[in-house]
């Protein structure tokens, strides 16, 4: 834990499925013994990310790491998301702590939701909650009067989701996608479209000189920057899914001189981009 905010690292890099690079046989990237010994609040991961039987075994070794999962609703029903749970379970009692679904949001997502979700909420011990891309989708969870204990949202320089209303419910909001799947550190955009890789170059050539300007390398600014967003508005905790060892260690062991505020307007930027907070938009 971090000044309060809980620092849960991201399984996905790990996975086959996801990211602009897929790190799956890097061997840089780091065990899960070593990922515990860093002293992380907690694991998220997705049940479309694969998870394998060593992550199973690791987390039945050590059930008392905070684990998250996330669901694809159109994809289950309530025998699936049973089997799901009993996967994550030991003796007959799950070690995870929440399941987010992780769908575009809307009228008929959050009728099922309410319908499917809130049974298991009387029968285990585990929070539910959903995965979220933008404000209209918590303007929807709103109007809906979804109950949800736990939200994940993107926490990054290009997207700020006003999240204040469900905190004020007692519902845990954590923020992901701090380096925004990694695209300020390649030059690999070949899947994307010229108006997203234009977007990317504008920012990260920003990015770096104030990074440079505080000192600082660029990824402990974007860190710096999730962590001060986070605390500011009450958030439980943030997502962090670096697979370089060196990086990752650093952000973590360094973190006190990562608290300084960043107002991006201050140097006369205004990074704030719709199209690239959501990477469902980024390919042709």
């Known amino acids: 834990m971090i000044s309060d905010i809980e620092i849960i690292y991201g399984l996905a890099n790990r996975s086959k499925n996801y990211g602009i690079k897929n790190t799956f046989s ?3 990237i780091l065990s899960l013994k070593e990922l515990y010994d860093q002293k992380f609040d ?8 694969q998870w394998n039987k060593y992550d199973l075994n690791f987390f039945k070794s050590f059930p008392n790491s905070k684990i998250f999962t996330k669901i694809d609703l159109m994809k289950v029903d309530q025998e699936e998301i049973e089997k799901i749970i009993v996967r994550h379970s030991i003796n007959k009692k799950t070690y995870l702590y929440g399941i987010y679904i992780h769908n575009k949001v809307s009228n008929e997502i959050l009728l099922k939701y309410k319908n499917l979700i809130e049974p298991f909420k009387l029968k285990y011990d585990i929070k539910f909650g959903i995965s979220i891309y933008s404000q209209n989708d918590i303007k929807l969870i709103l109007k809906n009067d979804i109950n949800v204990d736990i939200l994940q949202l993107p926490l990054n320089i290009n997207s700020f989701i006003d999240a204040s209303e469900l905190v004020k419910t007692g519902c845990h909001i954590y923020g992901r996608s701090i380096f925004l799947q990694g695209i300020y550190f390649t030059n690999k955009y070949q899947f994307f479209r010229q108006e997203i890789i234009d977007k990317i170059n504008y920012q990260k050539d920003i990015l770096n000189d104030l990074a440079k300007k505080n000192k600082m390398s660029l990824g402990q600014f974007l860190f710096s ?6 605390k500011k508005n009450k958030f439980k905790g943030i997502i962090i899914g670096s697979t370089d060892k060196k990086r990752l260690i650093n952000y973590l062991k360094n973190h006190k001189k990562l608290t300084k505020v960043f107002n991006y307007k201050e140097y006369g930027y205004d990074l704030i981009d719709d199209v690239l907070a959501d990477p469902r938009k980024w390919k042709n």
């Open 42 to 49: 907690g694991f998220d991961g997705a049940e479309a990310y």
């Open 225 to 230: 920057s999730a962590i001060h967003k986070a």
């Open 26 to 28: 890097d061997p840089q």
